[in-house]
């Protein structure tokens, strides 16, 4: 019997889409590597108005999952956040899988990424799995809290569970070199590993004493790495946000525009009228997530739309080029484990 994922190719979406919720096939089993497949993810999965406990995001089966970051100069800590003030988060820093939904929420980052490596050593050969990180009001290096510290956090906690950017650039110049000669691994290569994508936050966009924002700071700092021989250190993708048509990267400084192979941006700008040319990232091997796909015309529920018409948007959107598919539907496991081919 063919497997789902090679069938769906030669159905449109809505057929594809009945085909995937009728064989529910997990995530991590679906042949193809990551920038020739689509999964889904939820954004900011780290409130509790979206799961109980973070390691009820984990458990969803959802192939990307979203925390908001700020760099807290003032007492050295990376907080998860939705808000300017405060902390409030489903992360409880379990250091052992009894402990993921037992204990207090509201915890730093590092709790976070506990829980994730905590859940990770649970559950060996888990979908390969997406970290999309928001740093909601960017980097901080001159209070310790920089690329090079960031780095050292997921390395310290995530570990061997990371794939890195030197994962992907192996013998290549760049990871636009190795993206464009399909260096990215495949799924089943990738059970049990964690990519990180990066993008500046909406209160570093809004800032207009910030001139350097998460993006080219964290490019310049793989560039960097590169040129001094140690981009092993390096443990994220920055991700150009926000769709534009052509090549998008003509906004950084030409040494650092090979650094970027993710890209991030609405649905609703790739889809139904946005005029971009997805080609372009499906030809080149680039990452595309597409955000919002309940607003794609015509719009669905954001939060709790029909099971089948949620798995007709991510198939629609996966014929159309993304390797992601974001929205807030957390109750919808079966949507959520979906893996299509890409295009």
Known sequence: MPRPAATARMLGPAAAAALVLALAPPAHADTGSLAATTAVGVHNAY???????????????????????????????????????????????????????????????????????????ANAGHRPLTLKIEMKDGFHAASGMGPAEFDALLGEVLGDALYRPADLKGGHATLDEAARAGAWADRDALAGRILVELIPGTVERGNPFDDLWTDEEYGRHLRDLAEAGDIGRAAAFPAV?????????????????????????SATAYVGGGGIDTSWYTDNGYLLIMTGAHAVSPAIDPVSPGEEEAAERVAELAEAGATTVTSDWTGLPSVLGMVLPRG
């Open 241 to 265: 946000l926000d769709a534009e048509s052509g090549d998008p990267r003509g906004r950084y400084d030409e040494g650092i525009r090979p650094w970027f192979v993710v890209f991030d941006g």
């Open 47 to 121: 409130e509790k108005s979206a799961f109980p406990y973070f390691a009820d995001a984990l458990d969803s089966g959802a192939g990307l999952l979203e925390i908001d970051v700020w760099t807290d100069e003032h007492t050295g800590d990376w907080r998860v956040n939705h808000d300017l003030f405060g902390q409030s988060n489903n992360c409880v820093g379990a250091r052992d899988p009894d402990g993921l939904r037992d204990g207090g929420t509201g915890n730093d980052f590092r709790a976070c990424l506990t829980d994730i490596r905590t859940w990770h050593e």
